[in-house]
Nanobody
Framework: QVQLVESGGGLVQAGGSLRLACAAS????????MGWFRQAPGKEREFVTT????????YYADSVKGRFTISRVNAKNTVYLQMNSLKPEDTAVYYC??????????????????WGQGTQVTVSS
């Protein structure tokens, strides 16, 4: 198992930036693809981005492509989400996730339910 703790959320104006961090426990961090999901009020949780074990490949939802950047430092058991050019529609609780996989339709999901507690990101217009 892996335990995840997010930090870095907050309130920012549209066009601003925030950096989220997710610290993972355990010695197997580098064996997991890591990622971020988000859930806005009244909506389902949705995929945002993922990064492979080594960090060599990343994937993004179309809605954040070109604005968000995921990275990881395996020596620190930490994954980051740099969010630039934030929009009000980015407002959500952001969840760190471990061991993401793709289903038969190519959608990313979290089969083992490795989630952090979530961190609120609010973007004002």
């Amino acid at each position: 198992q892996v335990q995840l703790v997010e930090s870095g959320g907050g309130l920012v104006q549209a066009g601003g930036s925030l950096r989220l961090a997710c610290a993972a426990s355990g010695r197997t961090f580098s064996s997991y693809p890591m990622g971020w999901f988000r859930q806005a009020p009244g909506k389902e949780r949705e995929f945002v981005t993922t990064i492979t074990r080594s960090g060599s490949n990343t994937y993004y939802a179309d809605s954040v492509k070109g604005r968000f950047t995921i990275s990881r430092v395996n020596a620190k058991n930490t994954v980051y989400l740099q969010m630039n050019s934030l929009k009000p529609e980015d407002t959500a609780v952001y969840y760190c996730a471990a061991d993401l996989q793709t289903d038969s339709r190519g959608n990313w999901y979290n089969p083992n339910d490795y989630w952090g507690q979530g961190t609120q990101v609010t973007v004002s217009s």
